[in-house]
């Protein structure tokens, strides 16, 4: 599998949209997520880890996943995360993990992966009964916001019904959405939303 974010690895942190997303989208996500010590988390397209880095101090111990070798690669370069996070570099819907999660987060992920329910349908698959999922994403957008020409995107955002939809489909309840951060690029608003539900 190619790695289309191998020449992004190392500036990824530096990007001022990638910042802005995870501080706001983790902000809102320790707002509205019960965690404990006592919690197996995934960081599903954890990426650098920008987002594991704020839920590693309230959880027991998280897995990263991701397809990009080079993304964790810099994760596991970060001070205090070494020793407290398991990355796994691999795509969960061919080949799944071994063990289910009390919590899923996920930040910018889902619009990068092309068949939306067959992922949910796999993220259900690795929840314990009564854990949760906390999804961050774009809400529907112009396919302004990424490069004309870009790879890995097959979503320009998701509507908020149909992705609500989605998770009761694969058995989730309380299904609540909240605005968690708003990119703004040039004249452009795309707010980005958080759906926090729990399964079974």
Same mark, same amino acid.
């Given at each position: ?60 111990? $998280? ?11 810099? =994760? /596991?370069? @970060? *001070? +205090?995360?070494? &020793? ?68 890995? $995107? ?11 939809? =989605? /998770?009761? @489909? *694969? +058995?989730?309840? &309380? ?26």
């Amino acid at each position: 599998m190619t790695d289309l974010f191998k020449d992004k690895a190392k500036e990824f942190d530096g990007n001022d949209v990638a910042l802005g997303l995870s501080q706001g989208i983790g902000s809102t996500l320790l707002n509205h997520l019960p965690l404990n010590d006592t919690m197996h988390v995934m960081d599903f397209g954890a990426g650098t880890g920008l987002l594991t880095a704020q839920i590693v101090p309230r959880v027991h111990q $998280v897995t990263a996943v991701d397809v990009s070798p080079a993304m964790l690669t810099q =994760l /596991l370069s @970060k *001070h +205090g995360l070494k &020793d407290k996070v398991e990355t796994v570099c691999q795509d969960i819907t061919v080949t799944p993990l071994n063990r289910q999660f009390d919590v899923i987060v996920s930040a910018m992920a889902m619009h990068h992966i092309k068949d939306t329910d067959r992922m949910i349908k796999c993220l259900a698959e690795h929840l314990k009964p009564g854990g949760r999922v906390a999804l961050a994403d774009l809400d529907i957008e112009d396919a302004s916001f990424h490069p004309a020409a870009i790879e890995g $995107v097959h979503h320009s955002g998701f509507d908020r019904k149909q992705f609500a939809s =989605l /998770l009761e @489909k *694969h +058995g989730f309840h &309380d299904i609540h959405f909240t605005t968690a951060h708003t990119v703004k690029k040039e004249d452009k608003h795309y707010p980005v939303f958080l759906v926090v539900a729990v399964w079974q």
